[in-house]
């Protein structure tokens, strides 16, 4: 089976927590703080690699999470760096964020990666937080949680030669014919019901290797999706020269010929713009020998190519081989990709360091990368922890910011995955603290954990 869509969730390690620990020994009364910081989750990539060409490693495994990082200990001992996850795919593939559609990678060239999930940072020892007034820190980070995310992988293959037509016009036959492909060949349509991929021999005085694409045929509509060819039609957007093969003992071959050139037309105007050469298939039949003339009397000098074939007997593929030589760059181009760079696209972050607040489901949501890994690695079990997330909230201007947009007391507060309800301070009228409570695990789909802060 010839996977090219799938849907996979990666999930990077979280940070190991950092550890609140102090220095005990004998003769050392007043040791003081020496917690080792969480080591670094594992990030997750995904990375070409040349001996793939489909997307069948994902074909029964769909979830993918790399490992956390290791816990601080005593002793100023670190936790162990979580490993990274690589994810292999073949050349062609591009990255969608399933949730936003939107393009993370195209990734072409063998060896090029992308990062999809970074590993959360490892949570700071209380050796840190040491100060000339407080010698006896409690507090110490809890990792950061690693990203996770639903990912859409889409194959475009990656060949240099691409053969469209539509059912039954013999793209399968000639792709056999002209390679040591052996696809499946029978004489009604939809008998290629995956592409094929085979390397033409131009020649022994040519260098050339191309790689040819046979995709599964095209029909009226197909770039609306109907028929079994409109999934496939990406296959031939990176080809360099396209093959239209025109099966010539059809009722109407003309009408065939405009067909398929509206719909690569219709899927992406550029198709048509490729060099392109038809093959004018099955010259041994009559109904063909008798259309040939008429054909290519149709096609203006110049326009485009035309050759008459006959893939199932052999005869003048010698001519078609040095009509495609000719339409094919060097030998230096074409040992590349034809997009060798690929594409990873970096989206700056407008909340990195700033917030907003909005009103979201009866509450607010706060939305800021830096009060988000705040929160995420804010023990609220430990009071000394909670009260430092209490003046950073003060400290970055969301108390106020919450303030100014109505909070009322028992109203809900978001902060990434952490969930806040809001109370007065006894001392205060109409300011408000946070309210502790547990939290909550979370999974991928499940419901946002529910933590907060001791008021004092």
């Known amino acids: 089976m010839f996977l090219d869509r799938v849907k996979i969730w990666v999930a990077a390690g979280a940070g190991g927590d950092g550890a609140a620990s102090f220095r005990r020994e004998a003769h050392v009364p007043r040791g003081g703080p020496d917690g080792g910081d969480g080591g670094r989750g594992g990030s997750v990539y995904v990375r070409v690699d040349a001996g793939q060409t489909t997307l069948r490693d994902f074909q029964h495994a769909h979830h993918f999470r790399a490992t956390p990082g290791g816990r601080g200990s005593g002793a100023r001992r670190h936790g162990k760096a979580g490993e990274d996850l690589i994810l292999t795919v073949p050349p062609g593939t591009a990255i969608y964020g399933d949730a936003s559609a939107e393009l993370l990678a195209d990734l072409v060239a063998v060896g090029q990666q992308v990062m999809v999930a970074r590993g959360g940072r490892g949570g700071l020892g209380n050796v840190h937080f040491k100060t000339s007034t407080h010698q006896a820190p409690k507090h110490a980070q809890k990792g950061e949680p690693g990203e996770e995310r639903w990912l859409r992988l889409e194959l475009r293959l990656i060949a240099d030669v691409g053969l469209v037509g539509l059912p039954n016009a013999g793209k399968s036959t000639l792709l056999a014919a002209l390679t040591a492909a052996r696809p499946r060949i029978a004489d009604y349509p939809f008998t290629t019901l995956e592409p094929n991929l085979g390397v033409l021999d131009l020649g022994p005085d040519d260098e050339r290797r191309p790689t040819i694409a046979d995709v599964p045929g095209l029909i009226e509509g197909a770039s609306q999706g109907a028929g079994l060819g409109h999934a496939f039609l990406r296959h031939v957007e990176r080809t360099r020269v396209l093959i239209h093969v025109v099966d010539g003992s059809a009722r109407d071959p003309e009408w065939d010929y405009g067909a398929i050139r509206d719909e ?169 603290t946070p309210r502790s409570a547990t939290p909550r695990s979370a999974t991928p789909r499940s419901a946002t954990p529910r933590s907060a802060t001791r008021a004092r």
Do not use: Y
């Open 264 to 432: 690569l037309a219709a899927h992406d105007a550029a198709l048509l713009e490729k060099p392109m050469l038809v093959a004018f298939n099955k010259i041994d039949l009559p109904a063909a020998a008798a259309a040939w003339q008429a054909f290519q009397r149709a096609r203006r000098p110049g326009e485009i190519d035309v050759v008459a074939i006959s893939a199932e007997r052999g005869e003048q593929l010698d001519e078609l081989r040095s009509r495609l030589a000719r339409l094919l760059p060097d030998v230096e181009t074409l040992s590349a990709p034809p997009e060798p760079a690929g594409v990873v696209v970096h989206r700056p972050d407008t909340l990195d360091e700033g917030f907003e607040v909005s009103r979201e489901d009866g509450g607010f949501r706060v939305r800021g990368r830096r009060i988000e890994r705040i929160a995420a690695q804010t023990n609220f079990d430990n009071e000394e922890s909670a009260e430092r997330f209490q003046h950073d909230l003060a400290r970055l201007g969301i108390e106020d910011e919450l303030r100014r947009a109505g909070i009322e007391p028992g109203d809900t507060v978001r902060i990434g995955r952490v969930e806040l309800e809001w109370e007065p301070a006894p001392w205060e009228t109409r300011s408000a």
